[in-house]
Each structure stands twice: as structure tokens, then as C-alpha cells.
């Protein structure tokens, strides 16, 4: 059973910077696409970034240049580095896991963490 748990929310100010993780079990990690989603309160749940197997990844524009996604296959561990932080990226953010090519389709994506916040204020 895929287990996935999300670590390193927080509140920062605007500009600032904030570390998520994602720590998997229950399957092998290097046989999934994995992601990280995000959802205001009211907002549809939206794609950030992604990373396959072979460590491609692909961001939504709105983060471009500011987030990075990683992965550490040998802790089955998936990070985004999150900087220049601004009060729209406050969210809940929740890592997800997908046995597809590299993706941003939520409907690709089977298996859900529970989420971190991330508040970020002006």
C-alpha cells in the first residue's frame, strides 16, 4: 500500500523561502512519476511541479523560476524547494505519486499525501 507523508509547512513572510517533504513507503519509488499539488481554500486542487523516474521534471508557470522539485531515490524522498515565496502560493500542499509518464494531470495521479500548509503573508 502506497504511503505518503508530506513534512515542512509552515508560515513565512512574503519573499521568503520554506523546504517541503515527502516521505514514501510501500512501494518502489523509482517506479513512479511523483508531484506536488496544491489547494487554497475555494480553489480547484492545481498541479506545481513534477518529477519522473529519470529525475525530467516540469512546473506550472506560476512557480517557474522560483520552485524546484527533487527527488532522493535511495530515501524515496521528494523535496520542493519553494523561494521568493508570495501570499497566492498559500495553500495546502500535498505530495501525490502516478505510474504514468511525466505529468501535471491530477487524474493521473492515484495516490495522495495528506498535505502540509503553507501560509505565506504580505
Known amino acids: 500500500q502506497v504511503q505518503l507523508q508530506e513534512s515542512g509547512g509552515g508560515s513565512v513572510q512574503s519573499g521568503g523561502s520554506l523546504g517541503l517533504s515527502c516521505a514514501a513507503s510501500g512501494y518502489t519509488y523509482s517506479s513512479y512519476c511523483m508531484a506536488w499539488f496544491r489547494q487554497a481554500p475555494g480553489w480547484e486542487r492545481e498541479a506545481v511541479a513534477s518529477i519522473d523516474r529519470a529525475g525530467t521534471t516540469t512546473y506550472t508557470d506560476s512557480v517557474k523560476g522560483r520552485f524546484t522539485v527533487s527527488q532522493d531515490k535511495s530515501k524515496s524522498t521528494l523535496y520542493l524547494q519553494m523561494n521568493s515565496l508570495k501570499p497566492e502560493d498559500t495553500a495546502m500542499y500535498y505530495c501525490?505519486?502516478?505510474?504514468?509518464?511525466?505529468?501535471?494531470?491530477?487524474?493521473?495521479?492515484?495516490?495522495w499525501g495528506q498535505g502540509t500548509q503553507v501560509t505565506v503573508s504580505s
Open positions: 501525490a505519486a502516478s505510474y504514468s509518464r511525466l505529468t501535471l494531470d491530477r487524474y493521473h495521479y492515484s495516490a
